[in-house]
């Protein structure tokens, strides 16, 4: 069955330097791959949509790649500040086309320090 | 920007007793929602999607009759919670896809659902 990993681990960084989120995915062709920021007891909030046939994609200081023969996507904040501090998830089109029907994964918490 | 919004953020009700969570697209019309649950440090789980006149589809594994969702309008979707108890407490989230041709869903902020 298709299955995503992201690093459960958190990830605490220094303000200023880059974070850097690993996605992973099995069993899956994925036409697209997305990013959301979920803060506590708050709803996702979309950052990134990055297609099978791109290899990066950025956003003021986030950047995106996509490695579909490595099965994975990295997230990177430059500069990062303690307002990036929050949970990130990845999310994968479950089937071709069915719109709105993600997979996500269980998210790594991010947390800079000033 | 597309909004949803969602009623109510918490709520906390007896064991046996119905709850209902709405969802609301404020500045655009949603035919489909989405309906997510979330338990703690976990992913988002699709529990069922919302179409506007005509039945839910939910997920294997979802009881449909255990979570009632009725979407009524283009803007509105509801999920009740029926008889729940203390393992139906849970982050539950709607969400819509507001921009057509792109799959990226506009989440609601979420209803926290304490059930004793």
């Known amino acids: 069955s298709q299955k995503i990993e992201q690093n459960s681990e958190a990830l605490n960084i220094q303000e200023g330097k880059t974070a850097t989120l690993t996605c992973n995915y099995t069993n899956y062709s994925p036409a697209y791959l997305q990013w959301y920021r979920q803060d506590p007891g708050r709803g996702p909030v979309f950052l990134l949509l990055?297609?099978?046939?791109?290899k990066e994609k950025r956003k003021e200081r986030l950047k995106v790649t996509f490695d579909t023969t490595l099965k994975q996507s990295l997230f990177h904040i430059t500069a990062s500040q303690p307002a990036d501090s929050a949970t990130y998830l990845c999310?994968?089109?479950?089937?071709?086309?069915?719109?709105?029907?993600?997979?996500f994964g269980q998210g790594t918490e991010l947390s800079v320090k000033p | 920007g597309a909004v949803v919004s969602q009623h109510p953020s918490r709520v906390i009700c007896k064991s046996g007793t119905s709850v209902k969570i709405e969802c609301r697209s404020l500045d655009f019309q949603a035919t489909t929602m989405f309906w997510y649950r979330q338990f703690p440090k976990q992913s988002l789980m699709l529990m069922a999607t919302s179409n506007e006149g005509s039945k839910a589809t939910y997920e294997q594994g979802v009881e449909k009759d255990k979570f009632l969702i009725n979407h009524a309008s283009l803007t509105l979707s509801t999920l009740t919670v029926t008889s729940a108890h203390p393992e139906d407490s849970s982050f539950y989230i709607c969400?819509?896809?507001?921009?057509?041709?792109?799959?990226?869903?506009?989440f609601g902020a979420g209803s926290r659902l304490t059930v004793l």
């Open positions: 969400s819509a896809t507001p921009y057509s041709g792109a799959n990226v869903l506009t």
């Open positions: 990055i297609r099978e046939n791109e």
């Open positions: 999310a994968l089109d479950r089937l071709y086309n069915q719109g709105g029907k993600l997979i």
